[in-house]
C-alpha cells in the first residue's frame, strides 16, 4: 500500500492549498491513505471545526496533532468524539480524545500513533518510549504509523530504534522543516526526522517574517500572523508490504 504522511499544516493558506491539490496528488500517486498533521492548522490557533473540515474536504484520512492540539478548547469535544482526530498517546491521563486509530482499509487495517517528545517542548508529558511499548502490546497491527511530534533530532532518531521493526513507519513533525534523512531502518521501519510543513515557503515555519520579528521580545505577546505567498506541501510517501507491514520505500515529498 501506498501512504502519503504529511507535516504541520499551517493556517488557512496551508488548508486551502491542500484542498486545491491534495486531490490530484492522491489521484497521481495512488496514495490508499493519508495522515496530515492538523495541530496549527486553525486560522487562529491550534486546530478548529474549519479547519478540520478543510482538511477533511482534501482527502486526509487521519489527523495527528502534537502540544498545540488544545490551544482551542471548543475542541475538545471533537477530540472525544472524532476517532481519526487524534493527539499524543503520552498527554496527561485526564486529557481529553485518545491517542491511536486504527483505520479500515478493506481487506487489512492501518494503527495510525500520535506520540509527543518530552526533550524541550515546554510540557509535562507521559515517557513516550513506555508509552508506545504499552500501546504496540494492547494492539497488534501488521502496519503501524506513528507521528512523532518532537523537537530534537536525537530524541526522534532514538524513538526510531527503539521501534525499528515494531513499526512500519516513524516519522517526526513538529518543526516544519523537511529533513533530508529518509532511510528504511536495519529491521525495516521507514523513518525521516522532520517531514516538514504545509505553509508558506517564505515564512518563518510558517509564520511571516515581519510577524516573527516583532514578537521577539520575551515581555511581548506571541500572537503571529501566518505568511502568504506561494505555499508548499511537505511530507513522504511510504511503500509498504501488506503481508509483512514492513517498509521498502521511503520517498521524500515536496509540492509547490
Ligand atoms: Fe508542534
Redesign the pocket.
Known amino acids: 500500500m501506498k501512504v502519503l504522511m504529511i507535516g504541520?499544516v499551517v493556517g488557512e493558506g496551508g488548508c486551502n492549498f491542500l484542498c486545491l491539490k491534495l486531490p490530484n496528488i492522491r489521484r497521481s500517486k495512488q496514495l490508499d491513505l493519508i495522515v496530515a498533521?492538523g495541530?496549527?492548522s486553525a486560522a487562529e490557533n491550534g486546530i478548529s471545526h474549519k479547519s478540520m473540515r478543510s482538511l477533511m474536504n482534501a482527502g486526509v484520512d487521519v489527523i495527528t496533532?502534537?502540544?498545540?492540539a488544545f490551544r482551542n478548547h471548543q475542541m475538545e469535544e471533537m477530540f472525544e468524539q472524532c476517532e481519526f482526530l487524534l493527539r499524543p498517546i503520552n498527554f496527561p491521563p485526564e486529557s481529553p480524545g485518545h491517542g491511536f486509530f486504527v483505520y479500515d482499509k478493506g481487506p487489512f487495517q492501518v494503527c495510525v500513533i500520535n506520540v509527543i517528545g518530552n526533550v524541550f517542548m515546554q510540557t509535562a508529558n507521559g515517557n513516550p518510549f513506555e508509552a508506545i511499548d504499552k500501546v504496540l502490546a494492547q494492539n497488534q497491527h501488521k502496519i503501524t504509523l506513528v507521528d512523532f511530534?518532537a523537537?530534537a533530532t536525537g530524541e526522534k532518531k532514538a524513538f526510531a530504534f527503539h521501534l525499528d521493526g515494531r513499526v512500519s513507519a516513524l516519522v517526526g513533525?513538529?518543526t516544519h522543516v523537511q529533513t533530508a534523512d529518509e532511510q528504511i531502518l536495519p529491521k525495516g521501519t521507514a523513518y525521516i526526522s522532520d517531514l516538514g510543513m504545509v505553509g508558506a515557503i517564505v515564512s518563518v515555519v510558517g509564520v511571516s517574517p515581519e510577524s516573527a520579528l516583532s514578537n521577539r521580545s520575551p515581555d511581548s505577546p506571541i500572537k503571529h500572523k501566518t505568511a502568504g505567498g506561494p505555499h508548499e506541501i511537505c511530507g513522504v510517501i511510504l511503500t509498504i508490504d501488506e503481508i509483512t507491514g514492513k517498509a521498502s520505500k521511503i520517498e521524500r515529498f515536496r509540492q509547490i
Do not use: R
Open positions: 504541520d498533521n495541530e496549527n496533532t502534537g502540544n498545540h511530534h523537537e513533525t513538529h
